[in-house]
């Protein structure tokens, strides 16, 4: 079965400080890992795919098929970091659904 | 447009009544989904189109919930005799066509938060 768990339903972290959420997934198959942010207000949206292996914000996320893990992390964290995040999954062959987990509030306090 | 339109943005009914949604995609994007964000249940897929192949319905909890999706565009997620369980925010994303073995990003629109009475 697809499955996504991030364990952490809340984070909250100082600005500045390193900031990781946490993401594990299981998949009989070989996956697509993504991080989806939804700020206050806005309409969910894709920070990053384990695919691009790139960083965006200041965020990379690196795909550990060992552990099932898909952690996001951020050396040092901005007020405008807070936000709810979405890691998710699919499988890797063509247009098919995301399967995602519950979410983690992150939040930067000053 | 810029980017996946829903509408309408709210909706509240009440119980027993039928709802459709409304889902506009990115202009050329082949694939359309549809997902449930719920309390407690987080964000769950509902059913999605892949240009005119026929669509995955897996996610359809009950048989008053269906879809369809015109001329491989627009599409309207329709939810008969709605129960209060029905209640949440509904999202529609599309995608553009894939090319190779990654899938394309989704992108999504606002959602259209219901509310059952």
């Known amino acids: 079965a697809q499955r996504v768990t991030q364990p952490e339903k809340l984070l909250s972290v100082f600005k500045g400080a390193p900031v990781e959420l946490k993401c594990n997934y299981s998949?009989?198959?070989?996956?697509?890992l993504f991080w989806y942010v939804q700020y206050s207000r806005q309409r969910l949206q894709l920070l990053l795919r384990?695919?691009s292996r790139e960083s965006i914000k200041g965020f990379t996320a690196d795909l550990n098929k060992g552990e099932t893990s898909f952690h996001l992390k951020k050396p040092f964290a901005q007020e405008e970091d807070s936000a709810m995040y979405y890691c998710?999954?699919?499988?890797?062959?063509?247009?098919?659904?995301?399967?995602f987990g519950q979410g983690t509030r992150l939040t930067i306090n000053p | 447009g810029a980017g996946v339109s829903q509408s309408p943005s709210n909706k509240v009914t009440e119980k027993g009544k039928d709802v459709e949604l409304r889902c506009d995609p990115i202009?050329?994007?082949?694939?359309l989904y549809w997902y449930r964000q719920s309390l407690g249940q987080g964000l769950e897929f509902l059913i999605y189109?892949?240009?005119?192949?026929?669509?995955?319905k897996s996610g359809l909890p009950s048989d008053r919930f269906s879809a369809e999706r015109t001329g491989g565009s627009v599409s309207t997620l329709t939810i008969q005799r709605t129960q209060q369980e029905d209640s949440a925010v509904y999202l529609c994303?599309?995608?553009?066509?894939?090319?190779?073995?990654?899938?394309?990003?989704?992108?999504f629109g606002d959602g259209t938060r219901l509310s059952i009475l």
């Open positions: 998949y009989s198959g070989s996956p697509e």
């Open positions: 994303a599309s995608s553009a066509k894939t090319g190779g073995r990654s899938n394309q990003p989704q992108h």
């Open positions: 202009s050329g994007h082949t694939a």
């Open positions: 189109f892949q240009g005119n192949s026929a669509p995955d």
């Open positions: 384990h695919i």
């Open positions: 998710a999954l699919s499988g890797s062959e063509g247009a098919q659904k995301l399967v």
